[in-house]
């Protein structure tokens, strides 16, 4: 009876650390959320929403506008998508439909490797071996083909938002194939045998059954790879070129929200300069935050219940 006393006693304290830690996860949200909102608030009482859409970034004469970076954000990082979603999905359903299994099982461990590799180090492959030959190869051809829009006009530098947007790609891809690839097999085996018994080819079979069934699930693999893509710091700040500027070429030098912060942190001689920064981390924590929640949503949609994709 004693022992069975001491056992229900050991078991509420284990409950109640596991409860504590649990817990402090989400005050350690809170107390970020608290600080930056603090810190942050001279500079929103000063310029006001206005921040957000005001290009003007001038230290010298405390004039603050976020409009360059958070555009240079959203644009990497779009650009980051349309590159890395058409590879990804076809990584994820050679995988899974098409690669032998000694084979897929190898490349999903090189997929998976290349999520671990450190972003400053593609960042310096990034300015040693990818600005060149975007320099050298990618631009020329766009602009001969693709000159008479203005987005492929323009002086070819190499550093710019074409060069973030491919080093972004790279860095996602491991997180969007995964996650379908995960998807993808989940997909109950009855869906492409009813696709077979109907005389479909396997294209046929992938294409309108087994994607459309692991659509949510995907497009949930899709906004955790933006949510990377929005957040990464060091490999795009070493390609991007670091202009706060609105491009209108993808060869133009741009900005992003954490390049920004990155750069200038160190930099910063006036409170009202180190709490217009602030404010920039405060924007970028909540479309993190927002991005990372709807994500997750998503796929616990898909891997939570048999029923996917609807």
Do not use: C
Request: hydrophobic share 55%; glycine share 8%.
């Amino acid at each position: 009876m004693s022992r069975t006393r001491g056992g229900r006693g050991s078991d509420l304290v284990f409950r109640g650390l596991l409860t504590v830690f649990g817990a402090s996860v989400i005050v350690l949200v809170a107390a970020i959320a608290f600080v930056l909102v603090g810190d942050a608030m001279p500079a929103i009482k000063r310029f006001g929403p206005a921040f957000l859409w005001t290009s003007r970034w001038d230290p010298v004469h405390n004039v603050f506008g976020a409009l360059p970076f958070v555009f240079g954000t959203i644009a990497s990082s779009a650009l980051a998508l349309i590159i890395a979603v058409p590879i990804s999905l076809a990584v994820a359903v050679y995988l899974v439909e098409i690669a032998p299994h000694p084979t897929a099982v190898a490349l999903s461990f090189i997929v998976e490797l290349l999520a671990a590799i450190p972003s400053v180090i593609l960042g310096l492959w990034g300015v040693f071996v990818l600005a060149p030959w975007v320099r050298s190869a990618v631009e020329p051809a766009l602009a001969r083909t693709l000159g008479w829009l203005p987005l492929f006009s323009g002086p070819q530098y190499g550093f710019g938002l074409l060069a973030s947007g491919i080093i972004l790609a790279i860095m996602i891809i491991p997180i969007v194939s995964s996650v379908s690839r995960d998807v993808l097999r989940a997909v109950p085996q009855e869906q492409r045998e009813a696709m077979y018994a109907l005389g479909a080819t396997r294209w046929e079979a992938i294409s309108r059954a087994v994607v459309p069934y692991g659509r949510v699930g995907i497009i949930g693999g899709i906004i955790l790879g933006l949510g990377r893509a929005l957040g990464e710091t060091m490999a795009v700040t070493m390609v991007i070129g670091n202009r706060p500027q609105i491009p209108t070429s993808l060869f133009q030098p741009a900005y992003t929200i954490a390049a920004v912060l990155a750069n200038e942190f160190t930099e910063a001689t006036s409170d009202l300069y180190l709490s217009a920064l602030i404010e920039m981390a405060l924007v970028l924590f909540a479309v993190s935050l927002i991005v990372n929640a709807l994500a997750r949503w998503l796929v616990t949609r898909v891997t939570a219940g048999s029923r996917i994709g609807l």
